[in-house]
């Protein structure tokens, strides 16, 4: 079964500290991997999207990582700001059609 | 601003009372999409549509219908609704480049009593 799972579930961190998110896929065959942040009440907006020869991706203080091979993701945020407060969601595309699988999400916290 | 616009924004619905989600978007993408959001869990998609005329059964169906109106609007119905509906619903588009990605809408904060 195609699946993504993400970890942590939640997290807290002070401002101005870094932390990295993780996220392990099965999904086969496999198109690319997209990071996407949700603040409250909003709709998700993508932050990254990496395909299979792209290891590493930064979007500013954004940066996301990719192994193929042990199907696993990362999204690194450095100095983070209270504005990183939001969930972040790891979607994996399926090679060849519309399949997306979600992830459940990271619930990021970051305190003054 | 180009993007997606859904309405309403939040809504309560008594069991078996029906209504219609609307989405609409700016950016001439053929590919529109319904999906589900709830506690602890990936978004679910409900239905989609690859293109002006077509619609397509994702991976949670049942109990919704939809209407591909246009090539901007994409609409959900729930005929009959249920709590187990209650859940935030969001609408995405996509254009025909590969990096575009999702553009999605704001959600529709939707609870059924």
């Known amino acids: 079964k195609n699946q993504v799972e993400q970890s942590p579930q939640s997290l807290i961190i002070l401002e101005g500290k870094n932390c990295t998110l993780q996220c392990n896929y099965t999904v086969s065959p496999f198109s690319n991997l997209r990071w996407y942040k949700q603040d409250t009440g909003r709709g998700p907006v993508s932050l990254t999207i990496m395909t299979f020869s792209e290891n590493t991706k930064s979007n500013g203080r954004y940066t996301a990582t990719l192994d193929a091979d042990t199907k696993q993701s990362s999204l690194h945020i450095t100095a983070s700001q209270l504005s990183d407060s939001a969930s972040y969601i790891c979607?994996?595309?399926?090679?060849?059609?519309?399949?997306?699988?979600f992830g459940g999400g990271t619930r990021v916290l970051v305190k003054p | 601003n180009a993007g997606v616009t859904q309405t309403p924004k939040f809504q309560v619905l008594k069991t078996g009372q029906s209504m219609t989600l609307q989405c609409a978007q700016d950016m001439n993408h053929n590919s529109m999409y319904w999906y589900r959001q709830d506690p602890g869990m990936g978004l679910r998609l409900i239905y989609y549509s690859a293109s002006e005329g077509t619609t397509d059964k994702g991976e949670v169906p049942n109990g919704y219908n939809v209407s591909r109106l246009n090539k901007r609007e994409f609409s959900l119905r729930l005929e009959s609704a249920a709590p187990s509906q209650t859940s935030v619903y969001f609408c995405?588009?996509?254009?025909?480049?590969?990096?575009?990605?999702?553009?999605f809408g704001s959600g529709t904060r939707l609870t059924v009593v």
């Open positions: 979607v994996v595309r399926k090679a060849a059609g519309n399949k997306l699988t």
């Open positions: 995405a588009s996509e254009g025909t480049a590969f990096n575009y990605g999702y553009t």
